[in-house]
């Protein structure tokens, strides 16, 4: 499968840092192997949109309704109208400090998918949920609980629609997840796609995210079942992102490690 190397850039950009969009989007073409997406504050979509076209520019949430009144919010249709081609839902910082539940990534995804963006779902677990042995179970029933299903589902599985594993306590925190902890909760969420769409839940990618950089990403990328990357702070500048991807190249080829 080919991988997904996705930036989150939070609430990070303005347009001086157009620059490093330019210099990923650049640097990218070298690895024809490897997609490759950065998902930008809504504020700077369609500038890089513009600056960059055909590299796949991407937002870092939606709201699930077509329009009305949602003050601050962003629909699918101004997103696609700003030239994103995908969006990040359910991430960990949303779920915690907008409140936000299974049910409303679900619907997010949903009206996503139903739009034609590419959706990156995020789930993981809580250091508190680990420490207790729920890490599976906490990751497999967010998965099971926000996965999208229906109509829009179908016509998004497997091409469009991506999961993020991102356990919390590793967000740009600097500790990563052990390989054999991933792999775990990779095989799980893989079961868990299967048995909500057969065959093509095999074909959806499912990416790691957690203090992803240079120095760790090839041997995360080695993982089974690690399709990919979701990436921070290491996302931010073309210096420290794309040697990231270079390291999803070279896996490419190789076998899986566990
Ligand atoms: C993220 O924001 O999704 C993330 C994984 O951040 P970081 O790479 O900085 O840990």
Redesign the pocket.
Known sequence: MKKLVAG?W?MHGVAADLEQVRAIAEASRRFPSVDVALCVPATLIERAARAVPGFAIGAQDVHFAEKGAHTGCVCTAMLTDAGASLTIVG?S?RRDSQRESDADVKAKSEAALGAGLGVIL?VGESLAQREAGEAVRTASGQLDASLPHGEPAAAGVPDRLAV?Y?PIW????GKVASCEDIAEIHRALRERLVAAYGEAGDRVRILY????KASNAPEIFAVADVDGA??????LSAEDFVPIIAAAAAVEAAPPIA
């Open positions: 989150n939070k991430h910082e995020c993020a991102e590793a967000i740009g925190t995210g957690g203090s992803v979701l990436v921070g702070g290491a996302s």
